[in-house]
C-alpha cells in the first residue's frame, strides 16, 4: 500500500488508512493528532473542526480521500504560528473543560480570515455551529472580539 | 519520610524532609456536607486529603485527588493554598493523584464540595508553610523570624536580604509545624476574591490539553462494545465472522455488557461493530415506552407516599382552605451528553491492572475494576485523567468495569470508545418524575397549606439497594427544604422502579424539585392577585439569604419597572449545596412562537467568593445546561431503549441562543458554599414563570414546547 499524503500543519505525512476513513480518525489514531476532538461522529457538534486548504471542515463527515493532498491547519498549528486566537483564548479565560475548544478555535479562524472585521451578530452567527456544553459561549464571543480588536490595531 | 510533627488538630503533618524540598500532607474532613464550616475534629488517625509540595526549583505542587472537570476546582483549591503561602502563582501547579482508597481523602468530585472542603484547612496549610519557611530563612540568617516577610515566594528581610522557597524548602522542612499560624485577613487577599489565572487555560487554548479519549499508549488497541439498546437485554447472537473480515479487527468476544470489537483503529472497531448485526434477547422491558412510564407515575401518584417532612396538619388545613390549587408537574429523563463522549483506557497484566478514565469517581471505579478483574485493589493503578465534562455522569464506574473486562481478553492497553449514540442510550439519565401539588389559601389570601408529592425512581434505591433509599430518600431533595413559611406542609415521595438506568445530573434532583417549587408557588401568588416577589419575600424572615438574593436579583433587574416591549419577567430562585441563588428571567416569543430567553439576571449568595470569575463561568455553565434542558433536553423511550442517538435529536443550547447574564455575587462571609451546581435549578422556573407572564399559559412540563403556551 502507498499510502495517501496529508500535509499537516505544514508537515507531509503518509497515512495507511483506508481511503474511506474519515479524516477525523486519521488524524487521531494514526498521526495522533488528539486535538482534533470527537464528538458526535456526524458533524453536529463541531468538536472536530479543521482548515482543509484554509476552509473549515467537519473532519468527521470527510474521508481521507477527500482530503488526499491536501493542506490541513489544526489549532496545534495556530499556536505554533502565534495565531491571535490562541492568546485571546487564554486572556478570557474562555475554557472550561475546555473539549469544544480546539473546534471552536478553527471556526473562529476560519471567521477572521475571511472577515477581519466581524460584527458582534457575525461572530455570534459564525460560532453558532459549534456545541459547548460548559456554556462558555459569552468568553467565546469576546475572545473572538478581542483577537479581531488586536489584528485591527496592526 | 519523618513525622516533624503534628498540630493539635492533627490535620496537618510534613511527611517529606531533607533534600527533596517540603512536603506537607492535609486532611480534610469528610462529611463537610454536614457541616460545611468544619474547621476542626480529631483526626486522631491522620488520613490525609492533599498534599502541598515544594521542590528545591521553587516550584509549588498542590498534589489532589479531586477531579478537574472543567469546573477549575484544581485552580481554586490551589489558590487557597498559595493565597496563605505567598506563592508566585506562576511557580504553582497542581497534580492529579492516582486513585486511592485512603490516601487522598474522598476523591469524589461531585456536590461542589471541592473548594468548601477545603476553605479553612487549606489556607491553614498554606500559611503553615509559610511561617516555616520564614522561620527558616530567619534560622539561615541568624535574625529574628518577626523581621522577615513572605512574598511571592521569597522570604525578605527588612534589611534587603532574601531568599527563595526552593532554597528554602528543605530547612523549612525540618522547622517545627506552626499550630495555629495566622490567616491574613480579606482585605489583604491577593488571589482569593479577585482570581488567578486558571491553571489549565493554556493547554486548553493551543491544543496540548489531554482527555481521557487522548490516551495514547504504546502498542494501544481500540475496541467498540455492541449493547443491547433494551435495558436488561443481552446479546443472542452475532455474526463473528463479518466482523473479523473488517481490516485491521483483531478479536471478537462476548463482555458481560455485550459483544467486543478489538481493532488497531477506532474506525475499523467501529466497522466490525456494524457488521456483527447482533441478535438481541431484549428480556422482559421491550416494550417500555414514554407512555407506560406516565401511566405507572400517574397510578403511582394516587397513593400517599413516604413522608419526608409534615408540619402542622395539612390534610385539615387543605380541606378548610377558601381557596384550593391542585396541579401536576412532569419532568423527563436527561441525559448528561458531555462533548467527550464515554472512554477508558486499560491494560491488564499479570500483576495488575492500569487505568486511565476520565472519570469522577476515582475511588469508586479502582474498587469496582478490582472486583472485575479480580485482583486485590492495591493491584489497580488508575490514572485520572481530565474530563471533556462529566455533569455526573461519570460519578459512575461502569465504563471503567467494562473497559477492564475487554482488556482481560487483549494483551497490551485497550481503549473502549463510545459513540455518541452509546453515550445517549447507555447513559446514567437524570430521572423522570411526577409531582402532585396542592395548596391551601385562607380567607385573607395567604398560603396556609402546601402539599408536595413526587413520584420518581431513586438513585440510591437503584445502585445501593433499598436500604439506601429507606434511610434517606434521595427524591426528594429540593423539595423537603422548601424554605417558605407555611403552618401546614407535607412532602411525600412514591418510589417508582423502573430498568432505566439514573444517576447523578448536575445538582441532582434539586432540578425537578425546584422547577416544580417555584412555578406552582408562582400560581398560589397568581390565585392570591399579588406579585411574585412580594408573595416570596413575604413568605421568608428578615435575613433569610433566599431573601437576600431574590432581593438583589430583582432590584438589579428593575423587578416592578418596565419591560422592553413583547416581553416579560419571571424570577425564581432556590437554595442548595450551601448558596442561595435567585434568578430573573426576561422572555419574549419569537415570530414563529419560539421561546426567547433575553436575559438572566442572577443573585449568588456562596458565602465567600473565592473566585468571582470562575462563579460567573459556573452561573453560566449552568444556565447553559438548564436552558438545553427547558428548551430542549428530552430522553423518551420507545421499544424499551432510548431513540436519542445525536445532537440532533437530543439538541443542546448553541451559541446564538445564550441570554446575557448578569450575575450579582453577595459575599457576606459566611460558610463557604458550592457554586458548580446551585445556579441551575432556578433556571427553569424563572423562564417557566416569565412565559406565563408573557402568555398566562402555565407551564408545567418541560421542555416547554411552544403548543403549551397556546390556546
Redesign the interface.
Known amino acids: 500500500m502507498t499510502g495517501s499524503q496529508l500535509i499537516v500543519n505544514g508537515a507531509p505525512r503518509i497515512c495507511e488508512?483506508?481511503p474511506d476513513?474519515?479524516l477525523l480518525?486519521v488524524l487521531?489514531?494514526?498521526l495522533?493528532v488528539?486535538?482534533v476532538?470527537?464528538?458526535?461522529?456526524?458533524g453536529?457538534?463541531g468538536?472536530c473542526t479543521v482548515h482543509l486548504d484554509g476552509e473549515p471542515v467537519r473532519s468527521c463527515t470527510m474521508t481521507l480521500a477527500d482530503a488526499a493532498g491536501r493542506s490541513i491547519t489544526?489549532?496545534?498549528g495556530l499556536?505554533a504560528t502565534g495565531h491571535p486566537l490562541?492568546?485571546a483564548?487564554?486572556a478570557e479565560?474562555?475554557?472550561?473543560?475546555?473539549?469544544?475548544?480546539?473546534g471552536q478555535?478553527m471556526t473562529a479562524a476560519a471567521l477572521l480570515a475571511r472577515n477581519p472585521h466581524p460584527s458582534d451578530e457575525q461572530i455570534?452567527?459564525a460560532?453558532?455551529?459549534?456545541?459547548?456544553?460548559?456554556?462558555?459561549?459569552?468568553?467565546?464571543?469576546r475572545a473572538v472580539r478581542r483577537a479581531a480588536d488586536g489584528q485591527e490595531q496592526r | 519520610m519523618s513525622g516533624a510533627g503534628l498540630t493539635r488538630r492533627s490535620f496537618l503533618q510534613v511527611v517529606g524532609a531533607g533534600g527533596a524540598g517540603l512536603l506537607m500532607a492535609i486532611y480534610l474532613p469528610h462529611r463537610l456536607l454536614a457541616d460545611p464550616s468544619d474547621t476542626g475534629g480529631e483526626n486522631t488517625a491522620f488520613t490525609p486529603s492533599v498534599f502541598l509540595r515544594i521542590d528545591p526549583d521553587g516550584t509549588v505542587t498542590v498534589v489532589t485527588g479531586r477531579c478537574e472537570l472543567g469546573q477549575g476546582a484544581h485552580t481554586a483549591m490551589a489558590m487557597l493554598i498559595a493565597e496563605e503561602l505567598e506563592a508566585d502563582w506562576s511557580r504553582v501547579r497542581v497534580e492529579q493523584a492516582p486513585a486511592h482508597p485512603t490516601l487522598y481523602g474522598s476523591m469524589t468530585t461531585g456536590g461542589s464540595s471541592s473548594v468548601r472542603g477545603g476553605w479553612n484547612r487549606l489556607r491553614q496549610a498554606g500559611a503553615a508553610a509559610r511561617e516555616m519557611l520564614i522561620a527558616a530563612a530567619a534560622a539561615t540568617w541568624g535574625l529574628p523570624a518577626s523581621e522577615c516577610r513572605a512574598e511571592q515566594g521569597w522570604v525578605i528581610h527588612t534589611g534587603g536580604r532574601r531568599l527563595g522557597y526552593g532554597d528554602l524548602a528543605a530547612a523549612a522542612a525540618k522547622q517545627p509545624l506552626p499550630s495555629d499560624p495566622p490567616l491574613k485577613a480579606a482585605r489583604d487577599f491577593r488571589l482569593i476574591g479577585h482570581g488567578a489565572p486558571r491553571l489549565d487555560m493554556e493547554a486548553k487554548a493551543n491544543g496540548s490539553a489531554k482527555f481521557g479519549l487522548d490516551v495514547r499508549r504504546p502498542g494501544q488497541l481500540t475496541a467498540a462494545v455492541a449493547r443491547c439498546p433494551v435495558f436488561g437485554g443481552k446479546a443472542k447472537s452475532w455474526n463473528e465472522a463479518a466482523a473479523r473480515a473488517v481490516p485491521g479487527v483483531r478479536a471478537v468476544f462476548s463482555v458481560p455488557s455485550g459483544v467486543a470489537v478489538v481493532a488497531d483503529s477506532t474506525w475499523a472497531a467501529l466497522q466490525g461493530r456494524e457488521a456483527l448485526a447482533v441478535v438481541w434477547d431484549e428480556g422482559a422491558e421491550a416494550a417500555l415506552d414514554g407512555a407506560e412510564i406516565a401511566r405507572r407515575f400517574a397510578a403511582l401518584a394516587e397513593q400517599e407516599g413516604k413522608t419526608a417532612r409534615d408540619d402542622g396538619d395539612f390534610a385539615t388545613a387543605f380541606a378548610g382552605a377558601a381557596r384550593r390549587l391542585e396541579a401536576v408537574y412532569e419532568q423527563p429523563y436527561l441525559a448528561h451528553a458531555a462533548l467527550e463522549p464515554g472512554n477508558c483506557t486499560a491494560h491488564v497484566t499479570r500483576d495488575g491492572v492500569e487505568i486511565w478514565a476520565p472519570t469522577q469517581g476515582p475511588q469508586w471505579a479502582q474498587s469496582a475494576a478490582a472486583e472485575a478483574a479480580g485482583v486485590p485493589i492495591e493491584k489497580v493503578l488508575l490514572h485520572t485523567t481530565w474530563s471533556g465534562g462529566a455533569f455526573g455522569r461519570r460519578l459512575m464506574p461502569d465504563f471503567v468495569v467494562e473497559a477492564v473486562e475487554v482488556a482481560k481478553h487483549v494483551t497490551g492497553p485497550v481503549q473502549v470508545v463510545w459513540t455518541r449514540a452509546d453515550d445517549l442510550a447507555h447513559d446514567f439519565h437524570r430521572p423522570a418524575s411526577h409531582h402532585r401539588l396542592a395548596a391551601g389559601l385562607d380567607g385573607d389570601g395567604r398560603l396556609i397549606a402546601w402539599r408536595h408529592r413526587i413520584v420518581s425512581q431513586s438513585i440510591g434505591a437503584q445502585h445501593f439497594g433499598q436500604g439506601a433509599y429507606d434511610d434517606e430518600p434521595d427524591a426528594v431533595d429540593g423539595a423537603k427544604q422548601w424554605p417558605y413559611q407555611v403552618p401546614n406542609v407535607r412532602v411525600e415521595h412514591v418510589l417508582a422502579t423502573l430498568p432505566v438506568p439514573i444517576g447523578w445530573w448536575r445538582s441532582v434532583y434539586n432540578t425537578q424539585n425546584a422547577f416544580v417549587n417555584e412555578c406552582f408557588l408562582d400560581e398560589c401568588a397568581a390565585a392570591a392577585g399579588v406579585d411574585p416577589l412580594a408573595w416570596r419575600l413575604g413568605l421568608l424572615p428578615a435575613g433569610d439569604r433566599l431573601r437576600g438574593v431574590l432581593e438583589r436579583a430583582a432590584s438589579a433587574a428593575g423587578w416592578g419597572g418596565p419591560v422592553p416591549a413583547g416581553r416579560a419577567r419571571g424570577l425564581a430562585a432556590h437554595a442548595c449545596f450551601g448558596s442561595f441563588v435567585a434568578h430573573v428571567a426576561e422572555v419574549s416569543l419569537s415570530g414563529s412562537g419560539g421561546i426567547v430567553v433575553h436575559r438572566l439576571t442572577c443573585a449568588v449568595d456562596c458565602g465567600v467568593a473565592v473566585d468571582p470569575g470562575g462563579i460567573r463561568a459556573q452561573v453560566d455553565g449552568s444556565v447553559a445546561l438548564a436552558l438545553s434542558a427547558v428548551l430542549f433536553g428530552e430522553i423518551t423511550l420507545e421499544k424499551g431503549r432510548v431513540r436519542q442517538r445525536n445532537y440532533d435529536d437530543y439538541p443542546v443550547l448553541t451559541n446564538d441562543r445564550m441570554p446575557e447574564i448578569d450575575v450579582h455575587i453577595i459575599a457576606n462571609g459566611d460558610p463557604v458554599g458550592g457554586i458548580g451546581e446551585p445556579p441551575l435549578p432556578p433556571v427553569a422556573p424563572a423562564v417557566a414563570n416569565a412565559l406565563f407572564a408573557l402568555t398566562g399559559r402555565r407551564v408545567r412540563r418541560l421542555p416547554i414546547r411552544p403548543a403549551d403556551l397556546r390556546g
Request: with cysteine.
Open positions: 488508512a483506508a476513513t474519515p480518525w487521531r489514531d494514526e495522533g488528539t486535538s476532538k470527537y464528538g458526535c461522529g456526524e453536529l457538534c468538536a489544526t489549532v496545534e499556536a490562541v492568546a483564548w487564554v479565560q474562555t475554557s472550561q473543560c475546555g473539549y469544544c475548544q480546539p478555535i455570534v452567527t460560532m453558532s455551529d459549534n456545541l459547548c456544553r460548559c456554556g462558555t459561549y459569552h468568553r467565546i464571543r
